[in-house]
C-alpha cells in the first residue's frame, strides 16, 4: 500500500510585505501551493493513506482564505476516497479549551479524520486485503497530558502494519526542537521497532531518525533557517512486511541565504562592492534572500548606499541585510561592543539575565526582531 507522510504545511502562514496582483500576501499563496502540489500528487498517484503530523494550519484562528483553501483540497482528497488523517499540532491547537479547535470543520467530510482531543486515538483501515492501524497522538495542553497518552501507546498484534504518529520534538536532541514554548517531547524509546512506521511532524527539515522513523519537515520554507533545505513529503510503500520511502521535492520559491560577507578588513566601497556582487549571483527576481555583514564597523555600515541595493533587489519577493555592526572599527578584542543591530543588543542583554529558558527566549525574541526589521526594511 501506498502511504503519504506530510507535515508542517502551515497553511494561512504569511510574511513581508509583497503581495499578488488581487492584494493577497504573496508567500501565504506560496504556501497554499505548495500544498495543492501535494494534493495533486495524492490524487495522480493513487496513494492509500495520507497522514498529515500536525500543523496543517499556521495557527488557531486561521484567515478565511486558509480555512477556505483547506477544506476545497481537502474534499479533493475526500471524493477520491483517499482517507486523510490529520492530527493537530502546536501551532493550531488551542491553550484554552473554550476557544474551540478549527479541526472541528472537518468532523463531517468522509474519509477525513481529524484528531485534535488531546488525546490518543486508534484509527484501522482495510487496504487492498491488509490491515493498518495507526496511532496517533495529537498536540495536548500539557505537557503531563501527553506523557500518559504516550504511556498508552501499543501496537496492535492483530493487524498487518502498525503507524505512530504524533507532532513534537523528539528528546534531548536539541537539533529537532523548533525552541517553541508550547512543543511537547517525545521520547527517544518511541523510536523502537514497535512500529513499522512513525511519522513524525513539528522539525521542518526532512530527517531520517531510524529506518522506521522519519520528519517529513515541512512543505515550505518559512525562515532562513530552510533556506538550504528541500522541502516535500515522504512516499512510503509498504508490502510483504517491508518499507520503502521516497523523499518527494515540491517545488518551491527559492529562498537564498548566501555566505556571509566579512567586513572587518574592508572599505565602505569594498563592502559595497561585495554587496552588489551577492546581489547580482542572487538573481534577485521572485526571490527571497538575506545578505549577511559581518563584523561590520558602524561608520561604514552607516555609509552603506541602501537606495542603490533596494533598486539591485526592486524584483525580489523579498530581501533583509543581517548585520552584525561593530562599534569603532577594528574588532580587535573579544571586548568589542556591538551596538546597531537590535538582535545583538538583546542577545547580550539576554545573556546578562539570570532565567531559565534563555535559549528559547532568546530564539524567540530575535524571530520578533527579524519579523520587526524585514517590514521596516521592505520595499
Ligand atoms: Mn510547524
New binding site residues.
Given amino acids: 500500500m501506498k502511504i503519504l507522510h506530510v507535515?508542517?504545511t502551515?497553511l494561512g502562514y504569511s510574511a513581508y510585505r509583497k503581495v499578488t496582483g488581487a492584494g493577497i500576501n504573496q508567500r501565504e499563496i506560496d504556501a497554499y501551493n505548495a500544498f495543492k502540489q501535494f494534493v495533486d500528487h495524492a490524487i495522480k498517484s493513487k496513494s492509500d493513506l495520507i497522514i498529515h503530523a500536525?500543523?496543517l494550519f499556521d495557527s488557531v484562528r486561521p484567515n478565511n482564505r486558509a480555512i477556505t483553501f483547506a477544506i476545497k483540497q481537502i474534499i479533493r482528497l475526500s471524493k477520491e476516497k483517499i482517507p486523510f488523517i490529520v492530527i493537530a499540532?502546536?501551532?493550531e491547537h488551542p491553550k484554552l479549551k473554550e476557544t474551540g479547535h478549527i479541526f472541528s470543520i472537518f468532523e463531517h467530510i468522509d474519509n477525513v479524520y481529524p484528531i485534535y482531543n488531546a488525546k490518543y486515538e486508534t484509527l484501522s483501515f482495510k487496504i487492498n486485503n491488509e490491515k493498518i492501524a495507526v496511532h496517533a497522538l495529537p498536540q495536548c495542553e500539557l505537557k503531563s497530558q501527553f506523557n500518559d497518552e504516550l504511556k498508552k501507546i501499543k501496537p496492535d498484534p492483530t493487524v498487518d502494519y502498525n503507524i505512530f504518529v504524533s507532532h513534537g520534538a523528539l528528546a534531548g536532541i536539541k537539533v529537532f526542537s523548533?525552541n517553541e514554548f508550547n512543543e511537547l517531547i517525545i521520547p527517544t524509546n518511541f523510536l523502537s521497532n514497535n512500529f513499522d512506521y512513525i511519522a513524525l511532524?513539528?522539525y521542518?527539515r526532512f530527517t531520517k531518525l531510524a529506518n522506521n522513523a522519519f520528519y517529513s519537515g515541512?512543505t515550505e520554507r518559512f525562515t532562513f533557517t530552510d533556506a538550504p533545505d528541500k522541502k516535500g513529503f515522504i512516499e512510503l510503500e509498504l508490502s510483504n512486511g517491508k518499507l520503502k520511502h521516497t523523499f518527494n521535492e515540491l517545488k518551491n520559491r527559492p529562498m537564498l541565504d548566501p555566505k556571509p560577507i566579512k567586513c572587518s578588513n574592508l572599505k565602505l566601497d569594498e563592502v559595497m562592492k561585495k554587496i552588489k556582487e551577492t546581489v547580482s549571483e542572487v538573481e534577485p527576481k521572485e526571490k527571497t534572500f538575506r545578505i549577511t555583514l559581518e563584523d561590520v564597523p558602524t561608520h561604514i555600515y552607516r555609509g552603506l548606499d541602501f537606495d542603490e541595493i533596494r533598486k539591485m533587489s526592486s524584483e525580489a519577493i523579498h530581501y533583509e541585510i543581517k548585520a552584525n555592526v561593530v562599534k569603532g572599527g577594528e574588532a580587535k578584542s573579544g571586548t568589542t561592543s556591538k551596538i546597531d543591530a537590535l538582535a545583538n543588543e538583546f542577545e547580550q542583554f539576554i545573556e546578562s539575565q539570570d532565567l531559565n529558558e534563555k535559549e528559547t527566549i532568546l530564539e524567540l525574541g530575535i524571530s520578533y526582531i527579524e519579523k520587526v526589521e524585514a517590514r521596516d526594511e521592505g520595499k
Fill in positions: 507535515a508542517d502551515h500536525g500543523d499540532g502546536n501551532h523548533m511532524g513539528h521542518h515541512s
